[in-house]
């Protein structure tokens, strides 16, 4: 009796999968036979519009005839039409002829304008063709030349890809080899990166010991604020393919996995305001004292990248994967952190000002001595962050009326936080302020100590 039950509870399920199954079959069936029926049309247009036209004529004098007929709608009976009139055989066949000029002329006149629509867009699929031949020619001698010695060749190859990749994400454009130069640029900046990291490492065992990061980094820690502070810049041709690929790599045909920098050595890279880094893969990056601002980084993957010291003023990292990423000292002030990743980030000395981490995951993140003015936490995770020394000056924790407020916030955690005496910041209604803004109690009659403010990182004002 179960298994009849059974049988019983299945058969609807079938059913409906049976009629799925045809109604598919129907429509595939239906959608070929528009297809054959198109293709036929196609190759076979002047007869069919010759046909088409000479049926459309005959079925017009058929009906000028019908509505000429004085008789029509009465019980009269009218003679039939003569088409060759005793007395008016001139003028009857001067109307006969201009009446088959009409057709004929008309039907010739279309299957000229076909046949040239034909050739004209046979024309341009053979100049496609040829185009793409040429394409394909310089391109293949582009990346030959990515491999010059020549800092110059090296950078007329990574303009050539880059006019390539352009046209191909245009409007009927070959999408598949844009993205094939956008993957070759992207793989010269990896292999550049790993050819310094070999040729570095190769100058440390000459030495007679390891190379370790510390040791790569032969350059002072400086940040720079203003372009007359000079310092190294980073090697062109790898800057102009990081460019290239941000400002030529439609964000439509980038790959959903990121566009792959993974690990490369971009120190001192210095990009147009606004770039657009949307969907690119800087895991584990080198991107020390990068200049980057208002960059547009949503969705990217900074995993372990190395942004210290850089330059990130209004820069969009909305939704993107910093774990573990390093921005000490950065300057990223009104930098848009909503709902991104930050889990162990470090952040120590970062200016931040303005900045808004609204519903971010910040778990075990540090903040140490950073400079939290104005900030806006709300919503976010803040599980075991540290806000040792950090200025928190007007920084938002929670809205007002004490809704939408950081998660995970405890009084342990904060109590090292400082802030300006009149400007205290808006913590959830659960928590009291632990003191007056300078260590010391609320209550204490002493003057506000502002001796902390001189271990703070880079401010704003």
Request: hydrophobic share 45%; with cysteine.
């Amino acid at each position: 009796m179960d298994g009849w039950d059974d049988k019983a509870r299945q058969e609807p399920v079938g059913f409906t999968q049976r009629v799925r199954n045809g109604a598919n079959a129907a429509w595939n069936a239906v959608r070929g036979l528009f297809k054959r029926a198109g293709r036929f049309i196609y190759n076979h247009a002047i007869t069919v519009f010759l046909v088409l036209w000479i049926v459309a004529s005959l079925g017009a004098v058929k009906l000028i005839m019908y509505l000429a007929d004085p008789c029509r709608g009465t019980n009269l009976v009218c003679p039939g039409v003569e088409w060759i009139r005793p007395g008016y055989l001139a003028e009857d066949f001067r109307n006969l002829l201009w009446a088959a000029s009409l057709v004929f002329g008309g039907a010739g006149a279309g299957a000229a304008l076909i046949n040239a629509l034909r050739r004209t867009r046979l024309m341009q699929a053979e100049h496609a063709l040829a185009q793409r031949g040429q394409d394909a020619e310089t391109f293949s001698r582009a990346v030959n030349q990515l491999g010059s010695e020549q800092t110059a060749i090296r950078l007329g190859a990574i303009y050539a890809l880059e006019g390539l990749m352009r046209s191909a994400f245009t409007a009927g454009g070959d999408k598949a080899f844009g993205r094939q130069i956008g993957e070759t640029l992207a793989a010269f900046v990896r292999e550049q990166s790993a050819e310094e990291a070999r040729r570095e490492a190769g100058q440390g065992k000459n030495e007679g010991r390891i190379s370790t990061k510390s040791d790569v980094k032969k350059e002072p820690k400086v940040i720079v604020y203003h372009d007359e502070v000079m310092q190294p810049r980073l090697f062109i041709d790898r800057e102009a393919a990081v460019l290239a690929l941000a400002r030529s790599w439609v964000f439509e045909c980038r790959p959903l996995d990121g566009i792959d920098l993974s690990d490369t050595r971009l120190r001192l890279l210095r990009l147009p305001d606004g770039a657009d880094l949307r969907l690119f893969n800087f895991t584990g990056a080198d991107l020390d004292n990068a200049r980057l601002f208002e960059a547009n980084l949503q969705k990217s993957k900074l995993v372990r990248a190395n942004f210290e010291g850089a330059q990130l003023d209004g820069a969009n990292l909305c939704s993107a994967d910093a774990s573990k990423a390093l921005f000490s000292q950065a300057v990223l002030i009104g930098g848009n952190f909503a709902h991104a990743n930050l889990q162990q980030s470090v952040l120590i000395s970062a200016n931040l000002q303005f900045a808004s981490f609204k519903g971010a995951g910040l778990q075990w993140a540090m903040l140490p001595f950073a400079n939290l003015r104005e900030v806006d936490f709300r919503n976010a995770n803040l599980s075991g962050v540290n806000f040792v020394g950090a200025d928190v000056s007007s920084a938002e924790f929670a809205s007002e009326g004490g809704c939408d407020s950081a998660e995970e916030l405890n009084v342990e955690q904060y109590e090292p936080a400082r802030w300006l005496r009149d400007r205290p910041p808006i913590l959830p209604s659960s928590i009291e302020l632990p003191h007056r803004g300078d260590g010391k109690p609320i209550d204490d009659p002493s003057p506000f100590d502002e001796s902390w403010m001189k271990e703070m990182g880079p401010y704003s004002d």
